[in-house]
C-alpha cells in the first residue's frame, strides 16, 4: 500500500476492504442493515477514541497514550469512509464535492457568527 494517497483512494482501500469483508459473512446484510451497523461501530470508535483521550476523565491524573488514541482516529476514519461509500453509493466525486460544498457553507456562518 502507497504511503500517502488521496481522499479518492482512501475510499477505493476502504471499498476493497468491505467487499473482503462482506464476502467473508455467512450472509450478506441488507444495505438499511449495514448503514446502521456502520453507524452504531462508529460510534462506538468515537466512544473508544474518547476513552483514550481521558478529557472526561476528571478523577484521573493520567493524561491520553497518543498512540492509542491515533489507533482509534484511523478505526473511526475507517468506519467514517464505510459509510461514506455505502451512503454515496462509491461515488467518491460526490462525496469530495458535496465536503467542499458544506466546507465553503461552515466558513460562511463563522463569518457570520453561527
Do not use: C
Not at 442493515?33 to 484521573?60: C, P
Not at 488514541?69 to 455505502?86: C, P, R, T
Amino acid at each position: 500500500m502507497k504511503k500517502e494517497m488521496t481522499v479518492g483512494e482512501l475510499f477505493k482501500a476502504q471499498d476493497r476492504l468491505d467487499q473482503v469483508i462482506v464476502d467473508n459473512l455467512l450472509t450478506r446484510p441488507s444495505r438499511d442493515q449495514l448503514i446502521n451497523d456502520k453507524m452504531m461501530a462508529t460510534m462506538v470508535e468515537v466512544g473508544e477514541m474518547a476513552n483514550e483521550h481521558r478529557g472526561f476523565k476528571y478523577w484521573s491524573a493520567k493524561g491520553p497514550n497518543e498512540e492509542k488514541l491515533k489507533e482509534e482516529y484511523i478505526d473511526v476514519l475507517h468506519f467514517v469512509l464505510s459509510l461514506g461509500n455505502e451512503i454515496f453509493y462509491s461515488n467518491h466525486n460526490e462525496i469530495i464535492k458535496k465536503y467542499i460544498e458544506k466546507n465553503v457553507i461552515n466558513h460562511q456562518r463563522q463569518q457570520e457568527g453561527y
